[in-house]
T-cell receptor, first 119, second 115 residues
């Protein structure tokens, strides 16, 4: 079946602009996650959705970052007043979530990422 | 505090040889899961193998196996019979069940397979 998809694959913007990054999870996955990966680092958690609600947004760096998942499927990560330090690869992942029989084994499957460059 | 530690420098391995990638972790949660992901130059994170904290046996998945030593808090990945396509970054990650649902990643191990 189809995996996690993300659009756009690349986004170049100017400092101060607003950007939206889209994630389409695996069908049937109730949990959705956003991570950010800077060069030479492992991914860092941003936010986790269970269904439509943000169950944990403690990883969002500041109030310029916001994410929604209005119908419990597609999610959009929104970044206002972008800064050069926001440049990174933004990864989306999905998992079975509460439907997982074994929470510890609830594997997250990742999309190809969106490479954001802020000039 | 860093929850996942991967400290090996970049590794070169001969094709068809085995390679071991080190991962140590830190948690006080009694129930957790450990995951390894592969990230080739294309950038996508590919799930490889999972080990649960209560699993009695080491996980295996094709050419991948996990050397899980719970008392030492280590979960080393072993890739047997390396192939050129194994050249990639490899990330160890942990999910604490009673903490939250996020994955905490290490900084990764770079592997280059040479013919």
């Amino acid at each position: 079946g189809a995996g996690v998809s993300q659009t756009p694959s690349n986004k170049v913007t100017e400092k101060g602009k607003y950007v939206e990054l889209r994630c389409d999870p695996i069908s049937g996955h109730t949990a959705l996650y956003w991570y950010r990966q800077s060069l030479g680092q492992g991914p860092e958690f941003l936010i986790y959705f269970q269904g439509t609600g943000a169950a944990d947004d403690s990883g969002l760096p500041n109030d310029r970052f916001f994410a929604v998942r209005p119908e419990g499927s597609v999610s959009t990560l929104k970044i206002q007043r972008t800064e050069r330090g926001d440049s990174a690869v933004y990864l989306c992942a999905s998992s079975l979530g509460l439907a997982a029989l074994n929470p510890a084994a609830d594997t997250q499957y990742f999309g190809p990422g969106t490479r954001l460059t802020v000039l | 505090a860093q929850k996942i530690t991967q400290t090996q420098p970049g590794m070169f391995v001969q094709e068809k040889e085995a390679v071991t990638l080190d991962c140590t972790y830190d948690t006080s949660d009694p129930s957790y899961g450990l995951f390894w992901y592969k990230q080739p130059s294309s950038g996508e994170m590919i799930f490889l193998i999972y080990q649960g904290s209560y699993d009695q046996q080491n996980a295996t998945e094709g050419r991948y196996s996990l050397n899980f030593q719970k008392a030492r808090k280590s979960a080393n990945l072993v890739i047997s019979a390396s192939q050129l396509g194994d050249s990639a970054m490899y990330f160890c990650a942990m999910r604490e069940v009673y903490g939250n649902n996020r994955l905490a990643f290490g900084k990764g191990n770079q592997v280059v397979v040479i013919p």
